[in-house]
Structures are given as structure tokens and as C-alpha cells.
């Protein structure tokens, strides 16, 4: 009888711990509660304007009609399961697809922020489709070889170099990584490099952080700025102007508000931008064919992560919050 009270026990006790982890990894922020700050139907005069595209993650793509710049090119999205216990390696045919279906044309160079899985997995098989040029960090550019990407298709660049594409002026800024627990830290390699080129397919220890970057990408029309780690490093933004920054705000709710505050300021208050479009807050496990949805609030909550940007433009009217989905195409001039 005692044998059998164990067993039910644990039994029971298994499938409430099922059932607790299966509300938790679907309990989630609905999209709609923000419906207000979602891009709202823009008009132009100008027939050429200068665009941009959120495809989740911190995958954006700026174009000119001529030229397109695009950072991280995350798209094969591995499920949790295979992120946690498996092996990851890009999937052709889902970042074809994901290029057709987001229409992205005259691609110049793709530029993963850093090198985590969730930046720089897919960046060399972009490429490869596209003709693009991979820029990043040494460890980025040995996830590049490692995929078999040509070396003048990769480009590491020196510190203030800028590169040159049609109308786009590009230039990698110093950044600094989102601090995280030690165990998150030593899972995924923050203040680690990527040494020899990798082998593929790879573990998520495996694809170490590399070095963070903002990316800075001007054009005539306007300038624009993508900072998609939440950490950010005092001072490195000082000298940048720009109209628009991409934002990211992963784990920020987790922060205090001083910490917050802070990161505001070296980021949106120094760049002086007038359009602020949140970054990184949706659940990058998610498969790239379907809609956005925003992590599990165990992991991250959506709520606590964008309340000090919308608390920001509410005290500073002069620049606006705009949540892209992966379909909005956000005139930027």
C-alpha cells in the first residue's frame, strides 16, 4: 500500500508540474492591450522613401528602394527544445522563404549585433542566397567560415571604420551585452569569443556572445540606429545622431528603475531620436512563418519590459513609440 501511495503521489505530483509548465510557457502578453502604439497607415509624397522592416528578434531591414542593409538575418528560429538539448545550424529553405516573404531586395550586407544563436545563426546562409556581405565581430566571422561563406563575403571590422553601400553610410559602435545571472552568462558565453571556425550543427554554448555592437546606418534621408542588446555602454552613443532607433528591451522590466533609466538615457536621450521601435521582445522560438507573440511572462514580461519606454515618449511628446509587426513597413522620411 505504501508502494502504491509513492507512486501515486509522484504521479500526481508529475503531472502538476506538467500542467504548471505548460500554463507558464503559454501565458503570454496579448499584443492587443498595445494596439494603440502599432503602426498606424503612413502617407508620402516621396517616391523613393526611406523604409524599414522589424521581422522579429533583432532582424530589421532598412532600404532605399535601391539598397538594403540588414541586421542579424535571424530567421530558422530553432524550437526550445532543440535550442536547450540539441543542435542548431541554418535552414536554407526557411530563410529563402523568409526573404521572399518579407520581399527583401538588393541586399548589401547583414550585420549580426552579436554573436549569440539568435543574431548571427542564419547571417552566412543570408548571405550566401543573397550575394550580401556578413559584418561582425572575428567570432561572427568564424560562424560565417564555419558555414562555408567565402572570405571576401566577410568583413570584421576595425574600431570607427565605416563601409560604403549605394546611399548607406555603416558603421559598428561598441556596445556592451544585457547583464544576466552567472548561469545565463556561462550558458550562452557572454564575454566569450568564437576562436576557431564553427562546426555546424552547433549547441547553444557553442555560439558565445563575440563582442556587442549598435549598428549605425545613415543615409541622406535620415539616420538610423540599431541597438538591440539591452545593456549598453556608457558614453558609446555620445557622438551619434539619429532619427530612429531600433530598440531592444528584452529582460528590461527585470531591471530597477535607476538601471532603466539609465539605459534611456546613453540610448534614446543621447542619439536624440524622435522614433523610438522596441526591439527583442518577442519569443524567438517562435516559427519565422508565424505572427509575432511576445515571450512567456516567466521568461520575460512584455508589460514590465516596454512600461519605462511608454512612460518616456508620454513625458517627452516630441518622439513617438511605434510596435512593428513582422508584415508594417515603417516610412522612416
Do not use: C
Request: hydrophobic share 40%; no cysteine; charged share 20%.
Amino acid at each position: 500500500m505504501t508502494l502504491k501511495r509513492i507512486a501515486l503521489g509522484t504521479l500526481t505530483l508529475l503531472i502538476l508540474a506538467v500542467l504548471w509548465f505548460a500554463y507558464q510557457i503559454n501565458n503570454r502578453v496579448a499584443l492587443t492591450t498595445y494596439i494603440d502604439y502599432f503602426l498606424a497607415k503612413q502617407a508620402t509624397s516621396d517616391s523613393a522613401p526611406l523604409t524599414a522592416q522589424f521581422l522579429g528578434t533583432a532582424t530589421v531591414v532598412i532600404s532605399d528602394g535601391e539598397t538594403s542593409i540588414m541586421t542579424d538575418g535571424f530567421f530558422t528560429r530553432p524550437s526550445m527544445l532543440t535550442m536547450l538539448t540539441g543542435k542548431m545550424e541554418p535552414d536554407p529553405a526557411i530563410v529563402e522563404e523568409s526573404l521572399a516573404r518579407h520581399k527583401v531586395k538588393n541586399l548589401a550586407a547583414v550585420i549580426p549585433i552579436h554573436s549569440h544563436h539568435d543574431h548571427a545563426l542564419d547571417a552566412p546562409e543570408v548571405a550566401k542566397q543573397t550575394g550580401a556581405v556578413v559584418i561582425g565581430s572575428e567570432s561572427t566571422a568564424n560562424i560565417a567560415r564555419g558555414w562555408g561563406l567565402p572570405e571576401n563575403q566577410i568583413h570584421v571590422p576595425s574600431e570607427g571604420q565605416s563601409f560604403q553601400f549605394g546611399q548607406f553610410e555603416v558603421e559598428l559602435i561598441t556596445s556592451k551585452h544585457l547583464a544576466v545571472s552567472p548561469f545565463q552568462q556561462d550558458l550562452t558565453g557572454i564575454g566569450e569569443t568564437i576562436d576557431e571556425p564553427m562546426e555546424f550543427p552547433a549547441p547553444l554554448r557553442a555560439f558565445k556572445e563575440g563582442g556587442s555592437f549598435s549598428v549605425l546606418i545613415k543615409h541622406p534621408k535620415g539616420n538610423v540606429l540599431v541597438h538591440g542588446s539591452s545593456g549598453v555602454k556608457d558614453g558609446a552613443l555620445k557622438d551619434v545622431r539619429a532619427d530612429t532607433i531600433f530598440i531592444g528591451i528584452a529582460a528590461v522590466g527585470s531591471q530597477d528603475a535607476e538601471t532603466q533609466q539609465h539605459y534611456i538615457a546613453e540610448t534614446i536621450e543621447s542619439v536624440d531620436a524622435k522614433t523610438i521601435i522596441p526591439i527583442h521582445w518577442d519569443d524567438f522560438n517562435t516559427p519565422a512563418s508565424k505572427p509575432l507573440r511576445t515571450f512567456p511572462k516567466i521568461m520575460s514580461n512584455f508589460n514590465n519590459d516596454i512600461a519605462p519606454f511608454i512612460q518616456h515618449v508620454k513625458q517627452n511628446p516630441e518622439r513617438q513609440l511605434v510596435l512593428l509587426g513582422s508584415k508594417d513597413t515603417f516610412i522612416i522620411l
